[in-house]
Structure formats: structure tokens, C-alpha cells
């Protein structure tokens, strides 16, 4: 960190303590097990973020075009129906959520995983169980830019 600019100092100081960067944030959770949800909501709503979710990614499409000011997509890979490649795939082709981050969440980190989240279009990926610890400086540096 000390061989860093100053400027790039106090960028890291912000993204790293800025929690009122995520205060009134809305983001939609789309995960096919409740359980998933309702750890994300809990987590979430400690930092005052407003959740919105969905238990499938067809679902999730449609409350994401019900609710145009969604922030950040948090999304389960692995799902029943559509997966979460799909529903990516289907929110880039919206050229409204170009450039919406939709950090995907999966249970099995097997090779190759996060390459295949990335080719689908998503911004970040993170593992399950979600470590908090990674999920709140993830959100911070989406909703930061």
C-alpha cells in the first residue's frame, strides 16, 4: 500500500471505509434457494442496501425490467430452468444494462468457472459459501465507479 500514488491511496481508503457508498443501493439477488437469499439480505441490510430478488433467472429478468433503478445484480449460477449464464447473457443483450455490474455467485468453483462467468458477461464472481469479507469491498468497488 505505501508504494502506492497518494491519490491511489486514498481511492483504496475510500472503496475500503465507504460504506455510505452502498447506503440506499438497490440490489436484486436471483438465487433459487431462499436460504442464499435471505444470508445476501441480512448481510446487506445491515449496510442499509435496499434487496430486491427472484428465485429463478426468468423471474429475475423480468422484476429487473419491472425495477429500472437496480445498482448491482447478484447471481446464482446454478439454477434450475434458466442458469445464471443464460440470464447474463439475456441482460447484456438489454442495451440498457450494458454496463450494470452482475457479480455471479456459484457454489462449485471448478476450473474454468470464472472464465465461463466472464464469456457470459458478468462484471465479478465470487464463491459459495459468500464470504462476507469479499462480497462487501466487491460491491463497494462496482458501485463506487
Not at 457508498?21 to 438465487?31: Q, S, W
Not at 472464465?115 to 464470504?131: Q, R, W
Amino acid at each position: 500500500r505505501d508504494s502506492l500514488t497518494p491519490v491511489a491511496q486514498k481511492m483504496v481508503e475510500q472503496v475500503n471505509h465507504a460504506d455510505n457508498i452502498l447506503t440506499g443501493r438497490k440490489v436484486l439477488i436471483i438465487d433459487d434457494d431462499i436460504r442464499n437469499i435471505f444470508a445476501l439480505t441480512s448481510v446487506l441490510e445491515r449496510k442499509e442496501m435496499q434487496i430486491i430478488y427472484a428465485e429463478n433467472g426468468k423471474d429475475g429478468i423480468k422484476l429487473l425490467r419491472k425495477t429500472p433503478d437496480v445498482e448491482v445484480v447478484l447471481m446464482d449460477i446454478m439454477m434450475p430452468g434458466m442458469d445464471g449464464f443464460e440470464a447474463i447473457k439475456l441482460i447484456r443483450q438489454m442495451p440498457k444494462y450494458n454496463h450494470l455490474p452482475i457479480i455471479a455467485v456459484t457454489a462449485k468453483a471448478m476450473k474454468g468457472d470464472s472464465e465461463k462467468c466472464y464469456e457470459a458477461g458478468a462484471s465479478d464472481y465470487l464463491t459459495k459459501p459468500v464470504d462476507i469479507d469479499q462480497l462487501i469491498p466487491t460491491l463497494r468497488f462496482w458501485l463506487h465507479r
